[in-house]
């Protein structure tokens, strides 16, 4: 029996599997994305309650009506144009679901799109199973920083759209004004579509703001903004993305979303308007945790021989590793992750694992630090025993 030949142009998620490898070997879960401390009880409360209320069963397939108006309220503050619940705004089964909906409305068979690398694992199938092609163009590999000369060199007449991916997973990196200008010149010079990923839009440091691409004028037409409710208000499994177009791409979008997912689970997106209407104090908390968190993050990996910037956003740390003192400094990350999670008792992503470019990130493995301060310390001391 044959399966689809695009199949075989990836495999299952690898973040997922070293979640799966920790479960086996009782290590600490610091490979996949999630947190492990509690929900604001506001939010959670407004899931129970919306569930006794009877709001159970589909709500209109492109989301929860006051859930579409909270969101069409931030975003026209955000973006600086008038978003209208009824035709911008559609809410998704999760970011992922965002993307897949977004290239399978803009692109046709063959069409080229634009990744950096490294990227998150889920935009290259996405991208193949709409059919088209991903070509990725690598940021620097030590800063991270956009090279608009490397991305304009990659750019044909196939090429559609580009994929842009900020606070950046999984390098933390929140791309300046500079960097995104250089992007903004070649989507109007080529004429492509826009797709930003922006679901860490609340995890910032060091008094960084986040900016969205979508509300720069020059782009308002022509992008479209994707972000999700899961990090900022530790409900990964919720599952709660949405995306925000202009009219023309937010009726191509719609459709797709429909018959994919019909709409996204009903009582958690009556409760979400919980979340977004929690007062200034949670964000700033929320800030001032992750601060706290990243601070002994760094701490840890600098004890322990590990070469790091600090992150600007989001909740992962890329780090390197070959200047360890151990025998395992040889292995490449994907084994290098693998004895981690078995042996030291971390689980890590493999470096490599964010590219489909030969030979990056072979020595380097992603952490993230969205747990409590304890379940960190306990990492600490895991590989403190290893590492000395």
């Known amino acids: 029996m044959q399966t689809a030949q695009s199949l075989t142009q990836f495999r299952e998620s690898v973040i997922r599997d070293m979640t799966r ?5 009782g290590a600490i879960n610091m490979a996949q994305g999630f947190p492990d401390f509690g929900t604001n009880e506001v939010v959670t409360e407004a899931a129970v309650r919306a569930i ?4 159970n069963q589909y709500t209109v397939t492109w989301g929860y009506p006051p859930l579409r108006q909270k969101l069409a309220e931030l975003y026209t503050e955000r973006l600086g144009w008038q978003v209208d619940p009824d035709v911008h705004v559609t809410v998704t089964c999760g970011v992922s679901e965002a993307i897949m909906s977004a290239v399978m409305a803009v692109l046709n068979p063959g069409d080229e799109i634009i990744i950096l690398e490294p990227a998150h694992e889920n935009f290259r199938p996405a991208i193949i199973l709409a059919n088209a092609v991903p070509i990725s163009v690598p940021l620097d590999e030590k800063s991270y920083h956009i ?4 991305i304009e060199a990659a750019i044909t007449p196939r090429t559609k759209a580009i994929l842009l991916n900020t606070p950046h997973n999984p390098t933390g990196r929140v791309f300046n004004h500079e960097e995104l200008e250089g992007v903004i010149e070649l989507v109007l010079e080529h004429d492509l579509v826009l797709m930003t990923d922006e679901i860490y839009d609340r995890i910032l440091y060091d008094g960084r703001s986040h900016l969205s691409p979508g509300g720069l004028e020059p782009l308002q037409d022509r992008t479209i903004t994707m972000s999700g409710l899961g990090k900022s208000y530790a409900i990964t499994g919720w599952r709660l993305g949405h995306v925000i177009a202009p009219t ?15 709409c996204a689970a009903t009582p958690l997106q009556a409760a979400a308007v919980a979340a977004l209407e929690l007062p200034p104090s949670y964000y700033e908390q929320m800030r001032q945790d992750y601060e706290q968190r990243r601070a002994l ?20 740390v890329m780090a390197d590793y070959s200047q360890l003192e151990i025998p395992q400094v040889q292995l490449t990350s994907m084994p290098f992750a693998e004895w981690m999670t078995t042996e030291v008792g971390v689980a890590v992503v493999p470096g490599e694992s964010f590219y489909s470019l030969e030979g990056y990130g072979r020595h380097s493995i992603r952490f993230a630090f969205c747990k409590k301060l304890e379940t960190l310390e306990m990492a600490a001391e895991r590989i403190k025993a290893k590492f000395g």
């Open 147 to 150: 090279d608009p000369e490397r």
């Open 248 to 262: 023309q791409l937010a009726k191509a979008v719609r459709p797709v979303h429909d018959f994919m997912t019909i």
């Open 297 to 316: 993050m760094m701490e840890i990996l600098a004890t322990a021989g590990l070469a790091a910037d600090p992150p600007e956003g989001a909740y992962y």
């Open 52 to 55: 006794r209320d009877g709001i």
């Open 21 to 25: 490898l920790a479960m086996k070997h």
